[in-house]
């Protein structure tokens, strides 16, 4: 029952039924993805379904002539999707740009190749440096000097996300951008107050921003509307333990991007080396290969994940052909880290994966790759139904915790939803049903996609 936008009373979601009907749940929550980064690729060439290098040279050249007078941007490219298994050249990307300045972003966001053009006019008419046809890390000085995207396009495509975001029955999300300054921060508080987001916002920051915190509310900095989490660390292993510890001055929790087995060692063992945070959860992003032990030492720290089911789906071919056997065992664990008693939340990682909630509930229970073979990638790995369901609802743990100051970790109280933040589903969510639809969605008890009649 709601009342004044907040629930009064919860009745349990019973048993999974055989019937068809509707039933009102806890909104769905997307604990890492990247507002700015998903929204600008909406303003970009699409090459994340390119499979040639040929094909992606020719989405190139047929999108050209829409960038006039601007940077041609393309995002969602993937060698290790492309016939050729290699990042295009600089002169295969001149070949189809000539003298317009291009950049190309990985799949990944970690990685950009710059045409001719483009490198003449960051580098300068006179560089100590040639072009160079390897990609440049993303986070490279160079890459600072590129001009943005023009603020009103970017509201433009963030207000059609946050919609389509709205229509997958998404109330909540969490901005895992690890070059989030304050002043990003207080732009996302601005576009959630004017409604181009319509969804609560929560935030990690750049670590090396932590020092400018302020607002600070019974432990858990807040920016207007705007959660801040934690700090933000992506790095090099070798550099894993002097952010965390730059961290620690200021008492912060932080959230370590961690997809190989060296990022995930260097990650414990700074966060062991460093101490507990004053306030809040530290959380490790995406836990894409766990070795053994690995699980035991982040249950030990009272740690908690988000991680990525549909990366399994999307990404199974690629990891059957470069992962052992073993590996692959191993990959993007749920149900072992469910048994540790870890907090777990499930995410998309947009624009990385488009996965809906629904679909990324389809991929934790099924772990089935969409290309190839339809065996199941690690199938010791698969949950039920339920526990998928939690991953994608149940978020308290992971996202913003309240502070336990006795154990420096944060509290296991469970997330009671009561802002009324509500999806109404066209049938149960654990039948896995295709056709299962979002009919209206609610953020505090309000609205914010479907049909008028199912707001009153």
Same mark, same amino acid.
């Given at each position: 029952?709601?009342?004044?936008?907040?629930?009064?009373?919860?009745?349990?979601?019973?048993?999974?039924? /055989?019937?068809?009907?509707?039933? %009102?749940?806890?909104?769905?929550?997307?604990?890492?993805?990247?507002?700015?980064?998903?929204?600008?690729?909406?303003? *970009?060439? /699409?090459?994340?379904? #390119? #499979?040639?290098?040929?094909?992606?040279?020719?989405?190139?050249?047929?999108?050209?002539?829409?960038?006039?007078?601007?940077?041609?941007?393309?995002?969602?490219?993937?060698?290790?999707?492309?016939?050729?298994?290699?990042?295009?050249?600089?002169?295969?990307? /001149?070949?189809?740009?000539?003298?317009?300045?291009?950049?190309?972003?990985?799949?990944?966001?970690?990685?950009?190749?710059?045409?001719?053009?483009?490198?003449?006019?960051?580098?300068?008419?006179?560089?100590?440096?040639?072009?160079?046809?390897?990609?440049?890390?993303?986070?490279?000085?160079?890459?600072?000097?590129?001009?943005?995207?023009?603020?009103?396009?970017?509201? *433009?495509?963030?207000?059609?996300?946050?919609?389509?975001?709205?229509?997958? $029955?998404?109330?909540?999300?969490?901005?895992?951008?690890?070059?989030?300054?304050?002043?990003?921060?207080?732009?996302?508080?601005?576009?959630?107050?004017?409604?181009?987001?319509?969804?609560?916002?929560?935030?990690?920051?750049?670590?090396?921003?932590?020092?400018?915190? #302020? $607002?600070?509310?019974?432990?858990?900095?807040?920016?207007?509307?705007?959660?801040?989490?934690?700090?933000? %660390?992506?790095?090099?292993?070798?550099?894993?333990?002097?952010?965390?510890?730059?961290?620690?001055?200021?008492?912060?929790?932080?959230?370590?991007?961690?997809?190989?087995?060296?990022?995930?060692?260097?990650?414990?063992?700074?966060?062991?080396?460093? $101490?507990?945070?004053? @306030?809040?959860?530290?959380?490790?992003?995406?836990?894409?290969?766990?070795?053994?032990?690995?699980?035991?030492?982040?249950?030990?720290?009272?740690?908690?994940?988000?991680?990525?089911?549909?990366?399994?789906?999307?990404?199974?071919?690629?990891?059957?052909?470069?992962?052992?056997?073993?590996?692959?065992? @191993?990959?993007?664990?749920?149900?072992? +880290?469910?048994?540790?008693?870890?907090?777990?939340?499930?995410? *998309?990682?947009?624009? +990385?994966?488009?996965?809906?909630?629904?679909?990324?509930?389809?991929?934790?229970?099924?772990?089935?790759?969409?290309?190839?073979?339809?065996?199941?990638?690690?199938?010791?790995?698969?949950?039920?139904?339920?526990?998928?369901?939690?991953?994608?609802?149940?978020?308290?743990? +992971? /996202?913003?915790?309240?502070?336990?100051?006795?154990?420096?970790?944060?509290?296991?109280?469970?997330?009671?939803?009561?802002?009324?933040?509500? %999806?109404?589903?066209?049938?149960?969510?654990?039948?896995?049903?295709?056709?299962?639809?979002?009919?209206?969605?609610?953020?505090?008890?309000?609205?914010?996609?479907?049909?008028?009649?199912?707001?009153?």
């Amino acid at each position: 029952m709601v009342s004044g936008g907040r629930i009064e009373q919860i009745r349990p979601l019973g048993p999974g039924r /055989d019937a068809v009907e509707p039933v %009102v749940l806890p909104g769905f929550h997307d604990s890492h993805m990247h507002l700015r980064a998903a929204a600008a690729a909406r303003l *970009s060439v /699409d090459l994340s379904t #390119s #499979s040639s290098i040929p094909d992606l040279l020719a989405s190139l050249r047929s999108r050209a002539g829409d960038f006039e007078g601007r940077w041609i941007r393309g995002w969602g490219w993937d060698e290790s999707s492309l016939k050729e298994r290699r990042a295009p050249t600089i002169a295969e990307i /001149d070949s189809v740009t000539v003298d317009q300045p291009c950049v190309l972003h990985h799949r990944t966001g970690k990685l950009v190749i710059l045409n001719s053009a483009a490198w003449r006019i960051l580098a300068g008419p006179v560089s100590e440096r040639d072009p160079i046809s390897e990609p440049l890390r993303a986070d490279e000085a160079l890459l600072q000097k590129m001009p943005r995207q023009p603020e009103e396009a970017l509201e *433009s495509a963030l207000a059609d996300l946050s919609g389509e975001l709205a229509a997958a $029955g998404v109330t909540s999300v969490t901005d895992a951008t690890a070059t989030n300054t304050w002043d990003d921060i207080a732009r996302i508080d601005d576009w959630v107050r004017r409604g181009v987001v319509r969804q609560r916002v929560n935030a990690l920051l750049a670590f090396d921003q932590v020092s400018a915190a #302020s $607002g600070i509310e019974d432990g858990m900095p807040t920016h207007g509307t705007v959660r801040v989490l934690g700090a933000k %660390v992506a790095a090099p292993a070798d550099s894993i333990t002097d952010r965390v510890r730059h961290v620690r001055e200021y008492g912060w929790p932080v959230a370590i991007h961690a997809t190989e087995p060296d990022e995930l060692e260097a990650a414990l063992e700074a966060i062991s080396e460093c $101490g507990p945070p004053a @306030w809040g959860r530290d959380r490790i992003e995406h836990l894409g290969l766990p070795l053994p032990g690995h699980l035991e030492r982040i249950r030990a720290e009272g740690i908690a994940v988000t991680t990525n089911p549909a990366f399994v789906t999307e990404r199974g071919q690629k990891y059957r052909e470069l992962l052992s056997a073993v590996e692959q065992q @191993w990959l993007y664990p749920l149900r072992s +880290v469910l048994a540790q008693g870890i907090p777990l939340a499930a995410a *998309s990682d947009r624009p +990385v994966t488009a996965a809906t909630p629904l679909v990324t509930m389809a991929a934790a229970v099924h772990r089935r790759p969409r290309v190839g073979d339809a065996e199941p990638l690690g199938p010791e790995e698969r949950v039920t139904p339920d526990e998928a369901l939690s991953l994608v609802t149940d978020r308290a743990e +992971v /996202d913003g915790p309240a502070p336990d100051r006795r154990r420096g970790r944060g509290s296991s109280a469970s997330d009671v939803h009561l802002n009324a933040d509500l %999806v109404v589903l066209s049938d149960d969510p654990r039948r896995l049903c295709e056709e299962t639809g979002v009919l209206a969605t609610f953020v505090g008890g309000r609205v914010i996609w479907g049909a008028q009649e199912a707001a009153e």
